[in-house]
């Protein structure tokens, strides 16, 4: 049955991703590609990758997919203005996308005999970090540089976004007008949801230092809680200029550099931890990522500043 069930699966993904591609119709075409991340978390499932596929299903799918939402919707509304591209660069488009496929697909075949892993080092030294799930001892101990790198690129982008606004609006707040709907339903959703929500977001974060979660899972959940609220009109939105919004946007980059810089003062090494004290900081370390994420990632979907108006 398990046999069966994966050879199901590879098909349906691969069926779901060519019809992604021939669908004709933009928003079609996005909705497919949602249902494509949800089912790819399923394969995740199965090869035991639990974390990436939580990722998966938040980012890949829910935050990706809400962008794509609205890409789709102002393409839409902006349509007559649309270039569309001849049939020769559709050919070459087709034409490079192969090679590239192709190109990946080649990789398999000059992959080493012996597997290599660093499973077993990490497993053997994952006692003296205090974690009990492997991932977070990759993200934060062997390879935590990395992972700063990530967040810094997540504020960077949040940065690119905002430099879209135009002068007179710089500092003002999101335009939420293409979503905003009073709905008694939405409304009532956008009052009972958000408790459950946050209390999930924040067992994400804090189990993921022994089990499948942590800071990128639950700062999404606290992102989609976020954006229902400022959607039915519950709360404001805040404008871009708030010193707390902006103290939270950078909340998670900051903590993360300075207890690498303090490790210069104790182990004596850039993002080392004291013998004993690896776990309590990794927490605040998730805990801190995962506020900045929420917001980054709800300022992201809002789209740049658009002026009083426009909330």
Do not use: C
């Not at 940065?159 to 009532?188: K, Y």
């Not at 959703?189 to 022994?210: C, E, H, K, N, Q």
């Amino acid at each position: 049955m398990e046999t069966g069930f994966d050879l199901a699966l590879t098909l349906l993904l691969l069926g779901v991703g060519g019809w992604s591609i021939l669908a004709r119709n933009m928003m079609t075409a996005v909705i497919i590609f949602i249902a494509y991340g949800l089912l790819l978390s399923l394969a995740w499932v199965r090869i035991f990758a639990i974390d990436v596929s939580l990722t998966e299903a938040a980012i890949g799918s829910g935050a990706t997919g809400m962008l794509m939402v609205i890409a789709a919707h102002k393409v839409g509304a902006d349509a007559r203005r649309v270039v569309h591209p001849s049939r020769a660069i559709h050919v070459l488009a087709g034409i490079v996308a192969a090679l590239v496929a192709v190109g990946i697909a080649a990789l398999a075949f000059v992959l080493p005999g012996e597997p290599q892993s660093l499973a077993g080092p990490v497993m053997e030294r994952l006692g003296d970090s205090g974690l009990g799930n492997p991932v977070a001892g990759v993200l934060f101990v062997y390879r935590a540089f990395d992972t700063l790198l990530e967040k810094v690129v997540l504020l960077l982008a949040l940065i690119g976004v905002w430099s879209l606004a135009r002068d007179e609006d710089w500092g003002g707040i999101p335009g939420f007008r293409l979503f905003r709907h009073h709905n008694s339903v939405l409304t009532l959703l956008a009052r009972s949801l958000p408790p459950i929500g946050f209390v999930f977001a924040i067992y994400m974060t804090w189990a993921g230092a022994d089990v499948p979660g942590g800071a990128f899972q639950g700062g999404t959940v606290l992102a989609a809680m976020w954006i229902l609220v400022m959607v039915a009109g519950v709360r404001k939105v805040p404008r871009v200029s708030s010193p707390l919004l902006r103290l939270a946007i950078v909340a998670g980059p900051v903590v993360f550099l300075a207890i690498g810089f303090f490790g210069f003062v104790m182990p004596g090494e850039f993002l080392a931890y004291p013998q004993g004290y690896a776990k309590p900081l990794i927490v605040v370390m998730e805990i801190a990522l995962t506020l900045s994420i929420g917001v980054i990632l709800g300022l992201l979907i809002a789209g740049p500043p658009k002026g009083e108006d426009a909330a």
